[in-house]
T-cell receptor
Framework: DAKTTQPPSMDCAEGRAANLPCNHSTISGNEYVYWYRQIHSQGPQYIIHGLKNNETNEMASLIITEDRKSSTLILPHATLRDTAVYYCIVGGSNYKLTFGKGTLLTVNP | DGGITQSPKYLFRKEGQNVTLSCEQNLNHDAMYWYRQDPGQGLRLIYYSQIVNDFQKGDIAEGYSVSREKKESFPLTVTSAQKNPTAFYLC?????????????FGQGTRLTVV
């Protein structure tokens, strides 16, 4: 499975958009990009995933570059409850989802 | 309600004892997973199962064992051979073998070995 690189931490003001970057330069053609988040001491929560095209759901938007070597998760209007560790994962072709350390997003009032 | 249930939430055991963590799902998912999380770290894959009666080692399988006798259940045994068993254990399930689907996680079991 491809590895990902994420900044260890980011800050965002409440009500502003949070843009979380992820590099996955070794992604293969059949691997998806997934985003999960984990609020302290809870199980991770699925946010969104995509293959090539940009995706949007009620929680977030996922922007994948044309070469698929990087992506950005966008939370359009961050709230205090969005403070969490966000994991970018690529893979799934063999069911094996490998989580890195993720990005700790802190939303400030 | 459909979901994935781990029990218990907190578990204490004495060193040298085997302990089994429960994971049950009623989502009719084919695949199930066990992860371990240490403080300040990401999740590390212990074992995963794509189908009943089949499972594969993940990245840190030593000292652990699993079984998948039923689609709904994927118990994890932490054996006395696991050198540092104290951790937060997370179980997950997913439906699609092609990998283009989300995984659902339980709320975890925090194991403390004293």
């Amino acid at each position: 499975d491809a590895k990902t690189t994420q900044p260890p931490s980011m800050d965002c003001a409440e009500g502003r958009a949070a843009n979380l970057p992820c590099n996955h330069s070794t992604i293969s053609g059949n691997e998806y990009v997934y985003w999960y988040r984990q609020i302290h001491s809870q199980g991770p929560q699925y946010i969104i995933h995509g293959l090539k095209n940009n995706e949007t759901n009620e929680m977030a938007s996922l922007i994948i570059t044309e070469d698929r070597k990087s992506s950005t998760l966008i939370l359009p209007h961050a709230t205090l409850r969005d403070t969490a560790v966000y994991y970018c994962i690529v893979g799934g072709s063999n069911y094996k989802l490998t989580f890195g350390k993720g990005t700790l997003l802190t939303v400030n009032p | 309600d459909g979901g994935i249930t781990q029990s218990p939430k907190y578990l204490f055991r004495k060193e040298g004892q085997n302990v089994t963590l429960s994971c049950e799902q009623n989502l009719n998912h084919d695949a199930m997973y066990w992860y371990r999380q240490d403080p300040g770290q990401g999740l590390r894959l212990i074992y995963y199962s794509q189908i009943v009666n089949d499972f594969q080692k993940g990245d840190i399988a030593e000292g652990y064992s699993v079984s998948r006798e039923k689609k709904e259940s994927f118990p994890l045994t932490v054996t006395s051979a696991q050198k540092n068993p104290t951790a937060f254990y997370l179980c997950a399930s997913s439906i699609d073998r092609r990998g283009n689907t989300e995984a659902f996680f339980g709320q975890g079991t925090r194991l403390t070995v004293v």
